[in-house]
């Protein structure tokens, strides 16, 4: 059975002329991650909504088609329900942070309290994501003082202590630096290996071909493209979508084009390294 | 014409110490990416330049005028800053407003100020959202929207504060094309970036941050491949040169082209 399923999935802001998605069918598999990538504009952030039931819910609007949760459809789901089965971490560190809370700590329990877990359990939990992102030196920091990067640190902390099935991140790392941004990969990818299913809205284009099994290409509210991470990456034709494709995909296209292509497409810096040198080998043998 | 940074230290009034001893000048025209690791001080170091921030040691200089002697808004006719958080800088009602607001006090026409205001629109690529209510449209828009402004005033120094962030490729090639524009205008535009390969594209000059201080103020070429202040600012080298670093190159390669001349050479 598919764990998130959309059928016929078509959908439109209030006052708006036009649909935000536009007849979307697609079937997301337990335990993988989905890179969701695409133009500002196009839909990523409305698909990601969609999944996490605020729509219609809280946006109002058109929906039509169907969404189906773990086989239950999402407009039968309790907003309480799915907020303990799918956790959001919006794109703008900003706005998550609630504003109401005067420490880190607090601000990372905040979501336990609602969903009504015990006292101890919530300070074991939060105790153990502020050691895994790093952030054990903030947590007596008031929330609202913290930099861009420090921020989406919490937010990030804030969500996976809620311990959903279900992760949908919608830019996680657009104010990290680099080695920030790598830590926070590190953690998606052992969340992945925990079984959770995630939904990954990404510009950094190397990430998502390194971490994602499959990606879908959304554009003017349609999925044009979707597959295998390696299949996707390696139609450079998709540059014309307005999609960034990874320069060691292009290296490998540009190899292809020199008449001497790789034996396979390599999209990651590992996979290049790899046949770099495995050229290089079968020169010096022959 | 220039603005020196002339040994500046900042302590925020709390006492916590932002920056030390940072010492340097960037010319007019000239094109400057600082990075660094997140709370190495840029953000800080570029509120001195506009005079956001005054100095607690030292002098910053904007051609020849000293930000201590100046009013932001005086400066602010000669720095534009962007901030890194477009909600924290707008608050009209529609887009148009927001980039008319800051000719308010100007004496320029209104003929002069509707030139500029189209303009500073078109090249940031935001005319159709010029009626619109800054806060309906996307985070990456408003963030051009909060340039706009800037672009307008025609501030002959221009800072950028990760406009980077959040950017899919039309929104990364159109800031690198207003970035050309601006620099042929012999405008300076200072960029805190953390995309390594927007710096490595659009850069020359990289001015490194860590702990503080500057670490490294050099071409974008050494400072990627200089692996202690890569290490030390948590920065990458982009992914073509970690590559050509990973395969044993000592061709300070940056490139893909560079890297293809090397493979197809082998």
């Known amino acids: 059975m598919s764990y998130i399923e959309l059928k016929n999935v078509s959908y439109r802001y209030p006052l708006a002329e036009t649909d935000a998605l536009k007849n979307i069918n697609y079937a ?24 996490k039931g605020l729509i219609p819910s809280f946006y109002g609007g058109d929906l039509t088609g169907e969404v189906f949760i773990k086989g239950k459809e999402i407009r039968e789901w309790e907003s309480s329900a799915l907020a303990s089965t799918i956790g959001y971490i919006f794109q703008n560190p900003f706005t998550q942070i609630s504003g109401i809370k005067e420490t880190v700590f607090e601000e990372i329990a905040l979501g336990l309290e609602n969903l009504g877990v015990e006292r101890e359990e919530i300070i074991d939990r939060v105790t153990s994501v502020v050691r895994q992102l ?4 903030l947590i007596k920091n008031n929330p609202n003082k913290l930099s861009g990067g420090q921020r989406q640190r919490v937010a990030f902390a804030s969500i996976i202590a809620m311990e959903t099935d279900i992760l949908v991140i919608d830019e996680p790392t657009s104010q990290l630096d680099p080695k920030g941004t790598s830590d926070i990969f590190e953690i998606i ?4 290996e925990q079984g959770k299913t995630i939904l990954l809205v990404e510009h950094k284009i190397d990430l998502i071909a390194e971490y994602a099994d499959e990606v879908l290409v959304i554009k003017q509210g349609e999925l044009i493209t979707n597959g295998k991470t390696s299949d996707v990456f390696s139609n450079v034709n998709l540059l014309n979508e307005g999609v960034n494709i990874p320069q060691i995909a292009l290296l490998s296209n540009d190899m292809k084009e020199q008449g001497k292509p790789f034996d396979t497409f390599a999209i990651t810096r590992s996979q290049a390294r790899e046949q770099i040198l495995k050229k290089g080998s079968e020169k010096i043998c022959h | 014409m ?3 940074v002339k040994d500046v230290s900042f302590a925020y009034p709390n006492g916590y ?3 030390e001893n940072l010492h340097f000048t960037i010319e007019k025209g ?3 990416a600082i990075v660094g690791q997140n709370g190495a001080g840029k953000t800080t170091a570029v509120k001195l330049l506009n005079g956001l921030h005054k100095p607690t040691k030292g002098d910053v ?20 800053y962007v901030f890194q958080n477009p909600d924290d800088q707008i608050f009209n009602n529609t887009v148009k407003a927001e980039l008319e607001y800051s000719f308010k006090h100007s004496k320029l026409t209104d003929e002069e100020i509707n030139r ?33 402004v800037f672009v307008a005033l025609d501030t002959p120094y221009l800072i950028l504060d990760e406009p980077t962030a959040g950017q899919d490729i039309n929104g990364i090639n159109r800031l690198a094309e207003l970035m050309d524009i601006l620099q042929g205008e012999g405008r300076s535009v200072i960029t805190i970036t953390h995309d390594m390969e927007f710096v490595a594209d659009n850069f020359s000059r990289v001015i490194a941050m860590a702990n503080k201080r500057i670490i490294a103020d050099d071409s974008a070429r050494n400072i990627f491949w200089n692996n202690d202040i890569v290490a030390e600012s948590n920065i990458s080298k982009p992914q073509i040169g970690e590559l050509a670093e990973d395969i044993g190159s000592d061709n300070k390669i940056l490139f893909r082209h560079e890297l293809l001349e090397y493979l197809t050479r082998l």
Do not use: W
């Not at chain 2, 200089?61 to 534009?80: E, H, P, R, W």
């Open chain 1, 28 to 51: 997301f598999e337990e335990g993988k991650l989905y890179g969701i990538i695409g133009e500002n504009g196009g839909g990523k952030t409305t698909f990601c909504d969609l999944i």
């Open chain 1, 134 to 137: 790093k952030i054990e030196h």
């Open chain 1, 189 to 192: 990818h052992l969340l992945k």
């Open chain 2, 2 to 4: 220039s603005l020196e």
């Open chain 2, 17 to 19: 110490v932002a920056n």
């Open chain 2, 30 to 32: 000239e094109r400057v």
């Open chain 2, 61 to 80: 200089l904007v051609d020849g005028i000293n930000t201590k002697d100046k009013t932001v808004a005086q400066i602010s006719q000669y720095v534009g």
């Open chain 2, 116 to 148: 500029r205001v189209e303009r500073a629109a078109e090249l940031t690529g935001i005319q159709q959202y010029m009626d619109m209510k800054p806060f309906d449209i996307p985070y990456s828009i408003r963030k051009f929207v909060t340039i706009a």
